[in-house]
């Protein structure tokens, strides 16, 4: 009878799952913060408060959000996080940069050799859609890295 190697050890017992079942959980997760207005009670129980601002310089809309934006963002919405557990009054309002050279270029390379016959409002317009469609992507996607802010009006 050979003997269970898990029994030699003394390990702790934990109610915690074995497993994160993150692609479950996240959207729980998320879905509760929503519903339960999770940000707004925090900015309200704190809105008397000293205030704490920091001031985010945005992402381009310009694609999906990279390592580089996760990290930055991850790192400043513990920054506020910690302030409004500290009890300050600590917004985040998130914004993008919707304009410019980076998201001309992605539309260029979506336009291929069109680009050289579209006309410069038509080429305007299709840049407005593609930062907004990314505003959007982008919002989502920082959502579901749990940053929270007011992105209801960025």
Known sequence: ????????????????PMKANLTQKEPEMLKF?????IYEKLQNKNSGSKHYILHDGPPYANGHIH???????ILKDII??????????????PGWDCHGLPIELQVDKNLGEKKERVDILEKRKLCKEYAEKFVDIQREEFKSIGV???????
Do not use: C, R
């Not at 390592?67 to 963002?73: F, S, V």
């Open 1 to 16: 009878m050979a003997k269970d190697m898990k029994d030699t050890l003394n390990l702790p017992q934990t109610g915690f």
């Open 33 to 37: 913060w929503e519903e339960n207005k």
């Open 67 to 73: 390592i580089g934006h996760a990290l930055n963002k």
């Open 80 to 93: 506020v996080k910690f302030k409004s557990m500290q009890g300050f009054y600590s917004p985040y309002v």
């Open 148 to 154: 929270m802010g007011d992105w209801a009006e960025p």
